[in-house]
């Protein structure tokens, strides 16, 4: 199956700092999905790239499907941020990263 | 909210018990999906219904076994539970079968085994 790795594993923001986040995939995919998992352990969908570049507020992504990789952009962090980062990609079914923990401090 | 409904939300039971675990997908979506969460191993795909038949399998063990029924909704059943099937169980569900599509999760069951 497709491998799907993230990088930083760890990442430990001051509020209103910048920050990104990278996904690397093994084989092309149709599908690639950014989440944000809460404290709650709810998977909220943040982006849904394929390809090219997308915006949604503060956050933003792009995926360059011909070199395999994908990036989460977010822009002055607040606390509210703070959880894990998860990319998933994938044809037929979704593989999974081992997630950034992002920790974002008052 | 996603539109993805999991019920139980928390699940306490003992080792050896049988469960079943619950997903109503969003309106319209025709294919759910099963993920495992667990500390160890991260998320895991289960398996995968389109419509009625099962259209991929995972990791999914021999013990666990999975449906969907002519309205949809999906049930995980796991058997013979072990303290290492404790874990977060999602649901997901989107409109596609071959080329996945965006899915959307549902807030999952935690299964605790003691």
């Known amino acids: 199956g497709i491998q799907v790795e993230q990088s930083p594993p760890d990442l430990i923001l001051q509020e209103g700092a910048n920050s990104t986040l990278r996904c690397n995939f093994s084989d092309s995919v149709n599908n690639l999905q950014w989440f944000h998992q809460n404290p709650w352990g709810q998977l909220i969908n943040l982006f849904y790239i394929p390809s090219g570049t997308k915006q949604n507020g503060r956050l933003s992504a792009t995926t360059v499907a011909t070199e395999r990789y994908s990036l989460l952009y977010i822009s002055s962090s607040q606390t509210t941020d703070s959880g894990v980062y998860f990319c998933a990609a994938g044809v037929s079914k979704l593989s999974f990263g081992a997630g950034t923990t992002v920790t974002v401090r008052a | 909210d996603s539109g993805v409904t999991q019920t139980p939300k928390h699940l306490i039971t003992a080792t050896g018990q049988r469960v079943t675990l619950r997903c109503s997908p969003r309106?319209?979506?025709?294919?759910v999906y099963w993920y495992q969460q667990s500390l160890d191993q991260g998320l895991q795909f289960l398996i995968q219904y389109y419509n009625g038949e099962e259209r991929a399998k995972g990791n999914i063990l021999e013990r666990f076994s999975a449906q969907q029924f002519p309205d949809l909704h999906s049930e995980l059943n796991l058997s013979s539970l072990e303290l290492g099937d404790s874990a977060l169980y999602f649901c997901a569900s989107s409109f596609r079968a071959l080329s996945t599509g965006e899915l959307f999760f549902g807030e999952g069951s935690r299964l605790t085994v003691l």
């Open positions: 309106s319209g979506d025709l294919s």
